[in-house]
């Protein structure tokens, strides 16, 4: 951790330009201290990183509003200690950027993040003879465009990646669905307390019984307790076929009584429960 008095140092996954760190700046503009954010390869970097004091935050991308939750951002979670201590809603806004001002059908070859190619699937359609090509991050596909200076590339990125590396914007607002937000968790590696005035939410991760009734018992001890459920989402358990872990949020402070004891609750009827933490919720 930086010492008490310096700036923040704040991880992403990318490089300059990434939806990432534009979530990190937004959210860290009027903090307590500067924030400084640095750029990593993998989301498993990047927290490691956080886990071992080289940074104090970590922006982790684990919901998108028309993807889904993000698997693997949930799996490093459960699994490495860490904490959530917010949320940032970034919007999404894909541009194509091209390594020269040409007409969109002289492109034959485009690049970004598999997530991206998927939300302008309608656009790349149109495209013909026409190569899509997956790469780890929407900025750094944009890096490769303007390194390889082939007017016949293309990168789907954001405009501030555009504008970073001094490329055309082919075309804008290229996705299919144009509400487009990705849910984005800050990281911490101690957990947050908040007055409890302030509304907040608890994420949870946790695995029932296997047996008829097991999730309803679960989802009942929130109801006897006046705690509103915000998102549950099922997914296999990796390695334990035709068993399933379950991703929760719900409205409340870890702090409060209620939460606690309905956390309480909540260990008793399941066989594996993680709780990520209390934070104020964030707004699209």
């Given at each position: ?51 071992g004091g080289a940074i ?67 656009f790349l359609e149109t ?18 465009v303007k390194r390889d ?136």
């Amino acid at each position: 951790m930086t010492e008490t008095g310096r700036e923040w140092v704040v991880g992403y996954q990318g490089t300059e330009g990434a939806y990432s760190e534009l979530a990190a700046k937004r959210h860290f503009a009027h903090a307590s201290r500067p924030a400084r954010c640095v750029g990593y390869h993998s989301f498993r970097e990047m927290l490691e990183a956080l886990k071992g004091g080289a940074i104090d935050y970590a922006v982790l991308p684990i919901e998108n509003s028309i993807a889904g939750s993000i698997n693997e951002s949930y799996d490093l979670l459960a699994k490495m200690g860490l904490f959530l201590v917010g949320e940032e809603f970034q919007p999404i806004a894909h541009c194509l950027i091209g390594a020269a001002d040409v007409p969109v059908s002289d492109i034959r070859r485009v690049y970004s993040h598999p997530v991206a190619l998927a939300q302008c699937g309608e656009f790349l359609e149109t495209l013909e003879d026409c190569h899509v090509e997956a790469f780890v991050d929407t900025a750094m596909a944009v890096e490769k465009v303007k390194r390889d200076a082939d007017p016949a590339q293309a990168a789907i990125a954001s405009e501030q990646a555009a504008e970073l590396h001094g490329l055309p914007i082919l075309r804008r607002d290229i996705a299919d669905h144009p509400e487009n937000y990705t849910r984005m968790v800050i990281v911490a590696p101690e957990a947050a307390h908040y007055d409890q005035s302030i509304p907040c939410k608890t994420s949870l991760i946790f695995s029932t019984i296997h047996e008829q009734g097991a999730l309803a018992r679960c989802i009942a001890i929130f109801a006897e307790r006046g705690l509103n459920l915000t998102k549950i989402e099922s997914r296999p358990k990796p390695d334990t076929p035709f068993e399933y872990i379950f991703y929760m949020d719900f409205e409340g402070n870890i702090d409060r009584d209620a939460t606690q004891a309905a956390l309480d609750d909540l260990e008793a009827v399941t066989t594996f429960l993680v709780v990520l933490g209390s934070y104020p919720i964030g707004r699209p």
